[in-house]
């Protein structure tokens, strides 16, 4: 599963050549941030979740 901080991969590379996404909003709508060159793009959950392949990175738990 995905969770707002993680770095995640889409079927489609962005036309920067990045793959990296970090998701930065998450609600009904879900807002995505590219990596490579800082492009945010949001959509539905729907599309989100057909178009996500992987989680990459999952995000920083600040725990002490």
């Known amino acids: ?3 707002k901080g993680d770095v995640v ?3 489609k590379q962005h036309p920067c050549g990045s793959n990296e996404w970090e998701i930065i909003r998450m609600g009904a709508d ?3 941030k590219c990596l490579g060159c800082g ?3 949001m959509m539905s959950r729907r ?3 057909k178009r996500m ?3 990459l990175r999952k995000a ?3 725990e002490d």
Do not use: G, L, Q, R
Request: cysteine-free.
């Open 30 to 32: 879900i807002k995505i």
């Open 1 to 3: 599963m995905y969770d």
């Open 39 to 41: 492009h945010v793009v």
């Open 9 to 11: 991969m889409m079927k």
């Open 60 to 62: 920083e738990s600040n």
């Open 47 to 49: 599309n989100f979740e």
């Open 53 to 55: 392949k992987k989680v």
